[in-house]
């Protein structure tokens, strides 16, 4: 079972959806990321995050430490947001583990 | 700034032969990491260097080597190339561990 799960692994929505990404570690962390990754190939990092919520622009990310959980929201989805959205904690030891990501597609 | 860059972009490699697949970051980065990335599978960890001189193994660095002389350069080498080693290669880097990493656009590596 890998340390860090997500769900769903592929997800396609209509434009203007409200979009939940979902995020497990079984690993005590000292810190989250969310990434996104562009048809290109590219990868860039959307937030990171120790505890609580942080939101910028129409995106979400939540963290329940107790439960080890964080979801990523989407909020009023747009073809542009169609992309490979990875999950990686920073575990206590300082490695850095990734979920396998969630692709998800937009339509218009 | 540049950020961090890689070449080459794309390369196709034969069973045995060797190559070095480089990265470069000209943000005073301490930290800088070479993942891989298979289809289907999250990013593993091959090598990491927490500074100049300092380097360490990750998840799955067999196969691999790395070198750090200095900050701004951590070149990947592939000494005997082997078809379990296809995959899409991006190197990162960070002021510091824990912080956000910025990723470098990838090699995507084939060999046949």
């Known amino acids: 079972k890998n340390e860090v799960e997500q769900s769903p692994q592929n997800l396609t929505a209509q434009e203007g959806e409200f979009i939940t990404i979902n995020c497990s570690y079984s690993?005590?962390?000292?810190?989250l990321h969310w990434l996104q990754q562009h048809p290109g190939g590219g990868i860039v990092s959307l937030f990171m995050?120790?505890?609580g919520k942080k939101k910028h622009g129409r995106l979400i990310a939540t963290i329940n430490i107790q439960e080890k959980h964080s979801s990523l929201h989407i909020t009023a989805s747009h073809p542009r947001d169609s992309a490979v959205y990875i999950c990686?904690?920073?575990?206590?030891?300082?490695?850095?583990?990734f979920g396998a990501g969630t692709r998800l597609t937009v339509k218009p | 700034n540049a950020g961090v860059t890689q070449t080459p972009k794309f390369r196709i490699l034969k069973i045995g032969q060797s190559m070095t697949l480089q990265c470069a970051q000209d943000m005073n980065h301490n930290y800088m990491y070479w993942y891989r990335q298979d289809p289907g599978m999250g990013l593993k960890l091959i090598y990491y260097s927490v500074g100049a001189g300092i380097t360490d193994k990750g998840e799955v660095p067999n196969g691999y080597n790395v070198s750090r002389s200095t900050t701004e350069d951590f070149p990947l080498r592939l000494e005997l190339a082997a078809p379990s080693q296809t995959s899409v290669y991006f190197c990162?880097?960070?002021?510091?561990?824990?912080?956000?990493?910025?990723f470098g656009p990838g090699t995507r590596l084939t060999v046949l």
């Open positions: 690993v005590g962390i000292s810190a």
């Open positions: 995050l120790s505890s």
């Open positions: 990686a904690v920073i575990s206590n030891n300082n490695d850095m583990r």
């Open positions: 990162a880097s960070s002021y510091a561990s824990g912080t956000s990493p910025l």
